[in-house]
């Protein structure tokens, strides 16, 4: 059995830390490096339910994509919930690892794992890592379909391939307008507009997108924009994650047990259309 250092070890050479955003926190926030692993659990959050999951798995290490702690912390005291969920991770001597913005950018990342689930052809990087001589890794991806599909089409193959979440999938633009070329990224995605229309797309697929910039997107360009649920973009990279270290695991002879939560930890719970509402 691998030890913790040698697993994240091995999850560090996936997701260098010093590929993370300056602004983000990275890394193992609980383990000992000495202690055995057996199991391991992905998941996109580190909440109480997760981590009770992970209890209840027998995980020894939990991989999340969203820190914990993302601006710091003065307290882990078990009065707070993060605080509780430090002290339910060491309590059963389970790890916390935490890939965030340097598996968005990771090849494969985040964007390539949502373009996967909906069956898109990655072209390349929307906007490429300067420091990969490759041109793969980058934040979003630039993707084709197989055949064209009109905007209505696309966001019910969305729907129907990305986990169920009360949102679905929001649609701005001509629900008819055909398809050929998309970008797609995982998690909030409106920062990345004039990359967009700088790669002559015909649609965006992303998360959090706020009415100011998806009103001016379509206001300038027939660009379609396509919203689904942040926890629902980024929730097929834990399975491609999972992959990755099943793989590693075999090589060193392992036999690491690896496991994805089905959990939805999306924060909204139900969703009530307003009567006469478009479809």
Known sequence: MPRLSEVIAALENLWPAERAESWDAVGTVVGDPDQEVTRVLFAVDPVQE?????????????????????????????????GRVV?????????LHVAHTNADTADPGVSDALA???????????????????????????????????????????????????????????????????????????????????????????????????SEAVSHTPLALLDAAHWATEWPWCEQAAAQLDEISDRHGWNL??????????????????????N
């Open 257 to 278: 047990r690896v496991h994805v939560s089905k959990t939805v930890t999306d924060p909204w719970t139900s969703h009530s259309p307003s009567p006469g509402a478009p």
């Open 87 to 95: 002290h339910t991770l060491i309590k059963n001597d389970i790890a």
């Open 50 to 82: 997760i981590v009770d999951e992970a209890v209840k798995l027998d995980a020894d290490l939990l991989v999340t994509h969203h820190p914990l702690y993302l601006r710091g912390t003065t307290t882990v005291a078990a009065s707070h919930f993060k």
């Open 116 to 214: 996967g689930a909906l069956d898109l052809r990655v072209v390349r990087p929307l906007v490429p890592d300067p420091a990969d001589p490759s041109g793969r890794r980058g934040l979003g991806r630039i993707c084709e379909l197989d055949h064209p599909v009109t905007v209505r089409e696309l966001a019910a193959r969305a729907a129907a391939r990305l986990p169920a979440t009360a949102q679905g999938i929001r649609v701005a633009g001509d629900p008819e307008t055909t398809v050929r070329t998309i970008a797609v990224s995982g998690g909030s995605g409106d920062s990345l507009f004039d990359a967009v229309r700088a790669s002559g797309v015909d649609a965006f697929l992303t998360a959090d997108l706020r009415h100011h910039p998806a």
